[in-house]
């Protein structure tokens, strides 16, 4: 039998990793400076997440939810005490995408409607659902396409405003910071704009910090720096660190009944074990300091190279725009230099996305490297 190939690979496989850096197969080491798609928070093989993990699998790896599991209870009261939403309730859940799936139905239930409102550029996953509220054709099969969406352009106020005259909306869902299109911020006037469209209508207000939360902006979710509370939000990626694990933040004005939601491995006991072992680094550790500050620094610093067009984001969330095109920039700093990155939003577009531990020694070999890869390129008459 043969892998069903949809991914391009690279050449290299990756065997161990150790805080921000991981290893090959040869044993050559490389600077992580993606993360795994924003899911190495705490770093790789971090001493807490690895007792934890191996501690658990030594008791009880999993069992269903239909018997009570202490780890949830433990893990609901950590991620409410650190996150900012302490009166919210949590469903647990495996992905990013089954949380948004999630998400969407509970807003559908709660409000009667089924009109959803996304934006330009969103990324919210690969199934059914989730597709729908993805501003992306290309993934979207004709399965897919007996959803009532309303796309907006993103932080077009006035577009927003027209949008929910014409409409009434079950839910809008929204990036704390749009990841897959590039690193787009979403204006903070524009989310509190949001906000008060979606309570007076009565709608659903979802937050997607798949990406950007767990302090990778600075904040502990993105959309926190406007001033805001969403209804419900959407978490995944670097809550487990690695171990997949996803869940819903769900305001306490929606109502639970037995069956409205459900699923087989969501919430295990290895899932809450990695989860857990999350929130206590946040919580004993300034990472989140760490983040913006070293965020603001590197930010600054790739701004000045030459061959640098545009930097955006916030924190460790962070995508530039290169003269020459990302595929090979990203190619020659992995083969030469030993720097993983990753792409999207555009031919130009490298985006930036390390464990939450980078330090100003690793971002300033990140800087000189992308400097050196974009100084080769050049040479060779590369460009955008």
């Known amino acids: 039998m043969k892998l069903f190939d949809v991914y391009p690979r690279y050449e290299t496989e990756l065997v161990r990793g150790e805080d921000v850096h991981v290893w090959d197969a040869s044993g050559r080491r490389y600077l992580d400076c993606y993360g ?66 999630n998400a969407l139905k509970l807003a559908s239930f709660h409000t009667g409607r089924q ?32 959803h009532d969406v309303v796309f907006v352009p993103l932080n077009d106020s006035d577009a927003l405003e027209k949008a929910f005259a014409r409409h009434a909306f079950a839910a809008a869902i929204i990036e704390g910071m749009q990841g897959v299109a590039g690193i787009r911020e979403v204006d903070a006037q524009f989310l509190a704009l949001l906000r008060d469209r979606c309570s007076a209508q009565g709608a659903v207000l979802i937050l997607d910090e798949v990406q950007s939360g767990f302090g990778r902006t600075g904040h502990f979710f993105a959309h926190q720096r406007a001033g805001i509370t969403a209804d419900i939000v959407t978490i995944a990626k670097g809550m487990g660190n690695g171990y997949p694990v996803a869940g819903v933040l769900i305001t306490p004005s929606i109502k639970a009944s037995h069956g409205l939601l459900g699923t087989t491995f969501g919430g295990g006991q290895l899932a809450c074990a990695a989860a857990l072992a999350v929130v206590e680094v946040l919580a004993e550790q300034p990472l989140q300091e760490n983040v913006a500050e070293i965020g603001s620094w590197l930010t600054s610093r790739l701004a000045a190279i030459e061959g640098v067009r545009e930097v955006r984001g916030s924190g460790l969330m962070i ?24 792409g999207g939003g555009g031919a130009a577009t490298v985006r930036l996305l390390p464990p939450l531990t980078l330090t100003k020694e690793h971002a300033t070999e990140l800087s000189i490297a992308v400097a050196a890869a974009l100084q080769q390129l050049h040479a060779q008459g590369e460009s955008v």
């Open 319 to 342: 995508g530039f725009d290169a003269a020459v095109p990302a595929k090979d920039l990203r190619a020659l700093l992995l083969y030469e230099h030993a720097v993983l990155t990753g």
């Open 36 to 101: 795994g798609h924003a899911v190495i928070s705490i770093g790789h093989a971090h001493p807490r997440f690895i007792r934890r993990i191996n501690e658990q699998l030594s008791r009880l790896p999993f069992y269903s939810n239909a018997f009570p599991n202490a780890l949830q209870e433990e893990y609901a009261q950590a991620l409410g005490a650190i996150s900012g939403y302490p009166e919210h309730q949590l469903f647990l859940c495996n992905s990013g995408a089954e949380a948004n799936e």
């Open 115 to 146: 009109t959803v409102l996304a934006f330009t550029g969103a990324f919210h996953g690969r199934t059914s659902g989730a597709i729908a509220v993805t501003d992306n054709a290309s993934i979207r099969a004709p399965f897919n396409t007996g």
